[in-house]
């Protein structure tokens, strides 16, 4: 049975959606397979974490430009990003990964891939592939393909090029688009009729009494 481990992270709710559809889409795709779905950040540090969440939704919703300068600088500094300083995250993941021994990894947050990048910076090749999702489009911070990974997946051709404007191997970028819910893939069995160009529209017009006024009901027949 092939294993899959996918990281992830509550910092908005596309990195959740993402591994979320993925381990639905893996799940579906075959009987041998054990996917199993971690938020590393939840795992470490709990009430700290929940407190960055909801910093990070306040800084969203009400401080949009402020934000906007820490992506930027994020994206400009890369030892900002480097994994140094988050210690207790890098030992869940190495804990995870022992205890998992997963074929592949899938990350569909950027920091991710710098903690592993560390674990195996002075150690033998990792022991399962790695694979990005970015969940961005169009504008990617550069923490997305800083540390290398055997496949970067976004959304399109246009956000593929923007990776390979940066240096990204061209080969290693697969632009699929977006994951969604395989629930998507299957139309339903009874799908409504269009109704034709010019086709009349029938109404009917009821009249009640209310009191002692007179009112009008319409209704569509």
């Known amino acids: 049975m092939k294993k ?7 910092f908005g709710d596309g990195h959740n959606a993402a591994a979320r559809n993925l381990r639905e889409a893996l799940e ?5 397979v054990e996917v199993t779905v971690a938020d590393l950040y939840e795992r470490s540090y709990r009430r700290l974490n929940s407190i960055a969440k909801k910093a990070y939704l306040g800084a969203v919703r009400y401080a949009p430009q402020l934000w906007a300068g820490f992506f930027k600088l994020v994206d400009r500094s890369p030892w900002l990003a480097d994994g140094r300083g988050l210690a207790r995250l890098q030992r869940t993941l190495a ?15 950027p920091t991710y891939g710098q903690l592993i990048e560390n674990l195996f910076h002075d150690h033998c090749e990792r022991p399962f592939r790695f694979v990005t999702v970015i969940t961005d489009a169009r504008s990617i911070n550069s923490v997305w393909y800083r540390s290398p990974s055997d496949r970067y997946v976004v959304c399109d051709e246009k956000t593929a090029e923007v990776l390979a404007r940066a240096g990204v191997e061209r ?24 109704p034709r160009l010019g ?14 006024s007179a009112a009008k009901r319409w209704t569509v027949c």
């Open 4 to 10: 899959v481990l996918i990281l992830t992270a509550g």
């Open 28 to 32: 579906q795709s075959s009987a041998d």
């Open 95 to 109: 804990e995870l990964l022992e205890e998992t021994q997963p074929d592949c990894v899938v990350s569909t947050y």
């Open 171 to 194: 080969d290693t970028i697969a632009p699929l688009g977006f994951a969604v819910s395989p629930l998507f893939a299957t139309p339903p069995a009874n799908l409504p009729t269009r």
């Open 199 to 212: 086709q009349p529209l029938r109404v009917c017009m009821s009249s009640t009494r209310v009191r002692k």
